[in-house]
């Protein structure tokens, strides 16, 4: 990304309705509760996914697993049986 | 420049000549409308008081004399000029444009012509028209008073408030834009992990950056739209103010603003005639 002088960049960002492209960023996280409403943490990934995304096998991990349920956090759907196989997810 | 320097600059630089009538006109009217009226009335004087002084230049002399005394709150030597004027220039015609309160003083001059106070004809008139003052026009000084030139804040009023609003909103609007860049920025420096994925921040943090910013960027163009809005209406208004300054001792200003914030929308509107 182009770097600008403080206020040039200041004023590029108002003239042109420049938005900070969260929905475009990959988060890390260590817990529950920091990825905002509409994603959770991903226990074995430690990365923001959306909810739906949550019980998404990483790697051979997969929920109902020892290393799965050692993992999950407060907030971890119970996932029941495993999940999708196929995950573009990827361990940390 | 004022209209003042813009008339000595050009007119000839003669050292320690002694300007002639024709000069101390020139930079009489140029003072006169540049507020200066100590030295413009200097400068009539001078022209009155000059041998080599057409009669034209002598009635314009103490026609602006007369505009100057008014203006400079001396009624009764306003009036003592302007009679002058009224029966030593028959045909000596006032510039266009004056306010109507100084046709108004000229009028009544010229309706007292031939009457013992008003006999004294221009061709003779004396430097010193304008340090006496006649009783027979003392009655007339509340009167003048009351139309006493207002100062620099109530004539420029509306610059000024123009003036205010342009760099209140400029400043709104700066401050607003760098928070905003400051939440971009925490964002744009925030940690990475060595596959792009934000360590620094957390989403929770980032989505109230973003949610932040969006709000404070309306705000700061807002803020923008109208302090370029107020500093056009900061010209406008001094141009109108001005003007009507220049020729004319009223109080009233002639610029009207208004103001209004919707939620979506500011609006600054300027009423003014010239």
């Known amino acids: 990304m182009r770097r600008f002088p403080p206020i040039a960049a200041a004023l590029f960002l108002i003239a042109c309705g420049e938005d900070i492209p969260v929905e475009n960023l990959v988060f890390r996280c260590e817990g529950p509760g920091v990825c905002g409403p509409d994603m959770l943490c991903h226990p074995v990934a430690r990365v923001c996914v959306p909810t739906d995304r949550a019980c998404d096998s990483v790697e051979g991990v997969s929920p109902g697993s020892a290393a799965w349920e050692a993992a999950k956090f407060s907030d971890t759907p119970a996932c029941g049986a495993p999940a999708t196989a196929a995950s573009s997810l990827s361990a940390e | ?274």
């Not at chain 2, 108004?104 to 106070?117: F, N, T, V, Y």
């Not at chain 2, 739209?225 to 004319?248: I, N, P, Q, R, Y």
């Open chain 2, 1 to 274: 420049m004022t209209a003042f320097a813009v008339a000595a600059a050009l007119l000839p630089s003669g050292g320690a000549r002694a300007a002639s009538p024709r000069e101390e006109l020139a930079l009489g009217v140029a003072a006169y409308n540049d507020f200066n009226y100590d030295a413009a009335t200097r400068h009539f004087d001078a022209v009155l008081a000059s041998p080599l002084a057409l009669q034209e230049q002598r009635c314009d002399a103490l026609m602006y004399l007369g505009f100057t005394q008014i203006l400079n709150d001396k009624p009764a030597e306003a009036d003592r000029s302007l009679d002058r004027w009224a029966s030593g220039c028959p045909n000596s015609t006032p510039p266009k444009g004056i306010s109507p309160k100084l046709r108004q003083r000229l009028d009544a001059a010229i309706a007292r012509r031939g009457s013992p106070a008003a006999s004294a004809p221009a061709a003779d008139a004396a430097p010193a028209a304008s340090s006496t003052a006649s009783p027979a026009s003392s009655s007339t000084s509340m009167e003048i008073n009351l139309e006493e030139r207002p100062g620099v804040f109530r004539r420029y009023m509306g610059t000024f408030i123009c003036a205010g609003v342009t760099l209140v909103s400029m400043g709104a609007a700066t401050g607003l834009s760098l928070t905003v860049n400051s939440s971009k920025s925490e964002l744009d420096n925030a940690a990475r992990d060595d596959k792009g994925r934000v360590t620094g921040v957390t989403r929770a943090r980032a989505l109230e950056l973003e949610d932040g910013a969006k709000s404070k960027a309306t705000a700061a163009n807002i803020m923008w739209g109208v302090s370029g809005a107020a500093l056009a209406a900061t010209g406008v208004a001094f141009f109108l103010e001005h003007t009507a300054s220049k020729d004319s001792g009223s109080a009233a200003l002639p610029v009207r603003f208004g103001a209004g914030v919707a939620p979506n929308a500011a609006m600054f509107s300027l009423h003014g005639s010239f």
